[in-house]
Structure formats: structure tokens, C-alpha cells
């Protein structure tokens, strides 16, 4: 298995608070993405990073920042959650980002906001 | 904004049949085109990549592509309890990807 962590794996907080999700890796994959999955909608891209202090949006951006200040970690911020953000986080790395490779993922972080 | 489309599920088959699940695009362009499992509470995991017209095999399973009708299929030969899971079709889009909803299949003993 590729060598993603993801913490915490469970989190419940309350609306309004701010909540920082971590994924880690051990791969020195330059891709890393942010995404999330709720029923009915699969898979999600919510923020990926080519590199050291490049990031993009994906299609659900909106409430959601990050942050890649080294390779190996990249940070997914809910600055002020809302109940719509209850959803399960799924990190993913990938070693070139050219459309003939392939994603590794995380474990996964489920959030509720209450 | 690139559209992949899975066929609805869930999908139920006996242990032993062939399991057959599709999956649509928009894009003309893309050239490679992934197929994943995820059981319940569990993260997405690779089982099948295409990039060539045609058939590829791997073990159980086939993938199929159709760039001209911009379609690609995965069948899973001798269904066993152990391949009940969702399937997620995945197309790339510049340097991401793009899934579809996913195809549930459960596999009756």
C-alpha cells in the first residue's frame, strides 16, 4: 500500500469552528489531492497541489483552504465548518499527474458538524 | 467540466455470474481511463487502468474501451462474495481526475 496517513481518522466539532484535516506521505509523490464523498456524489476534488506551495481549486473549493509548505504533508482547513461539510475526506498522491497515472488513496476522515 | 457516468445501481448477481458495469464520458480527448473498487468504510482502491481501444485483461476481470462511443466497461467473470463492493469509473481531467457516482454490486451466495 502506498504510504498516505491521514489524521484524525474520526472528528466530530460544532458549526461555525474551524477544522484543519492532515494527510501525510511517505511516497515523495509531488501530486497530492483533497477530496470528498457523500452518497449519491462519488468522488469529489476539492483542492490538489502540484508542488511545494502550488495548490489549485477543484469543483468544490468554496469553504475550504489548504496548504503544502513540504512534500510529504498537505492540509485541508475548514475555516468555519457548516453541517454541509459532514462528509468523508479522502486524501490522494500521485507520482506524475499526467493523465495515464494513477491516484493512491488515504484511509479516509470522517467529519460531522453538528 | 468533464462528465463521466456510471450506470445506476446497485447491481445484484449470483456468485459465479458475470458482473457487468459501464461508464460514459464526455471528453473525446481523454486517453486512459481507470476503474476502482471501495468496499464499505473503506478508500478507493486501483484494480483496472485502460488507455487503448479494445479489451485488457487482468485475472477476473476485463476492461473494455470504446473511445469512438467514448465508453468503457468493466466485467467481472465468476462474481465471488469478495467482489461485493462499489465500482468507481475515473477519467482524467487535466491533472486530476474526474469519477463517476460509483456502481454498487453485491454478489448473493
Known amino acids: 500500500d502506498a504510504g498516505i496517513t491521514q489524521s484524525p481518522r474520526h472528528k466530530v466539532t460544532e458549526t461555525g469552528t474551524p477544522v484543519t484535516l492532515r494527510c501525510h506521505q511517505t511516497?515523495?509523490?509531488?501530486?497530492m489531492y483533497w477530496y470528498r464523498q457523500d452518497p449519491g456524489h462519488g468522488l469529489r476534488l476539492i483542492h490538489y497541489?502540484?508542488?511545494?506551495?502550488?495548490?489549485d481549486k477543484g469543483e468544490v473549493s468554496d469553504g475550504y483552504s489548504v496548504s503544502r509548505s513540504k512534500t510529504e504533508d498537505f492540509l485541508l482547513t475548514l475555516e468555519s465548518a457548516t453541517s454541509s461539510q459532514t462528509s468523508v475526506y479522502f486524501c490522494a498522491i500521485s507520482d506524475g499527474g499526467l493523465s495515464t497515472d494513477t491516484q493512491y488513496f488515504g484511509p479516509g476522515t470522517r467529519l460531522t458538524v453538528l | 467540466q468533464k462528465e463521466v457516468e456510471q450506470n445506476s445501481g446497485p447491481l445484484s448477481v449470483p456468485e459465479g455470474a458475470i458482473a457487468s458495469l459501464n461508464c460514459t464520458y464526455s471528453?473525446?480527448?481523454?486517453?486512459?481511463f481507470f476503474w476502482y473498487r471501495q468496499y464499505s468504510g473503506k478508500s478507493p482502491e486501483l484494480i483496472m487502468s485502460i488507455y487503448s481501444n479494445g479489451d485488457k485483461e487482468d485475472g477476473r476481470f476485463t476492461a473494455q474501451l470504446n473511445k469512438a462511443s467514448q465508453y468503457v466497461s468493466l466485467l467481472i467473470r465468476d462474481s465471488q462474495p469478495s467482489d461485493s463492493a462499489t465500482y468507481l469509473c475515473?477519467?482524467?481531467?487535466?491533472?486530476?481526475?474526474?469519477f463517476g457516482a460509483g456502481t454498487t454490486v453485491t454478489v448473493r451466495a
Open positions: 497541489s502540484y508542488g511545494v506551495k502550488d495548490t
Open positions: 475515473a477519467a482524467p481531467n487535466d491533472y486530476k481526475l474526474s
Open positions: 471528453d473525446r480527448v481523454s486517453q486512459s
Open positions: 511516497e515523495n509523490h509531488r501530486y
